[in-house]
């Protein structure tokens, strides 16, 4: 008899058990504050952005400079809400070293951007920079 209700009650707390949101998915699709889960997915390839530094930036001379476009949807109005993105880059604190380095700013100007719609940088292949940015509406 004890062995029928452990086992019924074993079966009992694993059908709740799978019922209940896991922690790890919910951390897995973790989306800022004030973001839809369609903001998150223009933006995915920011989930993972190395750190960062004002020294790496100030020593980028030369390199090519490629720009990657983030969640820009073309429509006017939906642009302005992807603020977010500017401070959950890896650049929040680093637009000023941005704007003082010569090779970036000159592949920012030559697509419409300036250093306060970069969103991340990271290296890439070759030697390269790869500059993440969206198109603010404040210019």
């Not at 019922?19 to 390839?45: H, I, L, V």
């Not at 949807?73 to 929040?92: H, I, K, R």
Request: glycine share 8%; charged share 20%; proline share 5%.
């Amino acid at each position: 008899m004890l062995k029928v209700l452990s086992l019924a009650a074993l079966a009992g707390l694993t059908i709740a058990m799978s019922t209940m949101p896991s922690a790890a998915f919910k951390f897995n699709n973790f989306n800022p504050p004030g973001a839809s889960s369609t903001d998150g997915e223009c933006a995915y390839q920011l989930n993972y952005m190395p750190r960062v530094t004002r020294s790496l930036i100030e020593s980028i001379r030369g390199e090519p400079v490629y720009l990657v476009p983030v969640c820009e949807d073309g429509l006017t109005g939906n642009n302005e809400e992807y603020g977010w993105l500017f401070v959950a880059g890896n650049v929040d604190t680093l637009r000023l070293p941005i704007a003082r380095n010569r090779g970036l700013m000159t592949a920012l100007d030559a697509e419409g951007y300036d250093q306060n719609d970069v969103i991340s940088l990271r290296l890439g292949g070759d030697d390269s920079i790869v500059l993440y940015v969206h198109q603010r509406h404040m210019k």
